[in-house]
């Protein structure tokens, strides 16, 4: 072994002894993300919570700061009717609508199918 190695060895031992999450609550928060229950903005507010220290599981955070991303299809039509409604005559701005809707929404809907619906919902 080289001596960077040695080196970058020791360091990831010492961040791992010294890190406030532990491996399970990583993995826990990986499969959050994975599983699209969260989005990566809010995986990002789990982990600086983990960070803390405070004893709580990512499920626990997630949904005492309801983080997770809206799954109900209905919910999210209605949002982007109101949405289209204080946008209307400019179907070409559909990354605002995207971002007014998720703002409507505490961040909570999925970006990818926001499109999907605001596009739908246009073409007819």
């Known amino acids: 072994m080289d001596a960077l190695t040695v080196c970058n060895v020791n360091v990831f031992s010492l961040l791992r002894a010294t890190s406030p999450v532990t491996p399970s609550a990583l993995a826990e928060l990986l499969d959050l993300l994975d599983s699209r229950t969260i989005s990566s903005a809010a995986a990002k507010q789990v982990f600086e919570e983990l960070w803390?220290?405070?004893?709580?599981?990512?499920?626990?955070?997630?949904?005492e700061k309801q983080?997770?991303?809206?799954?109900?299809?209905?919910?999210?039509?209605?949002?982007?009717?109101?949405?289209?409604?204080?946008?209307?005559?400019n179907p070409r701005a559909i990354n605002k609508l995207i971002g007014l809707v998720r703002k409507a929404t505490l961040n909570r809907a999925d970006p990818a199918v926001i499109k999907e619906i605001l596009e739908k919902q246009l073409s007819s």
């Not at 803390?52 to 949904?63: D, L, Y």
């Not at 983080?67 to 946008?87: I, N, P, T, W």
């Open 52 to 63: 803390k220290r405070e004893g709580k599981t990512p499920g626990q955070i997630v949904s």
């Open 67 to 89: 983080l997770e991303l809206m799954q109900d299809r209905g919910a999210l039509e209605q949002f982007c009717y109101s949405v289209m409604d204080v946008k209307k005559g």
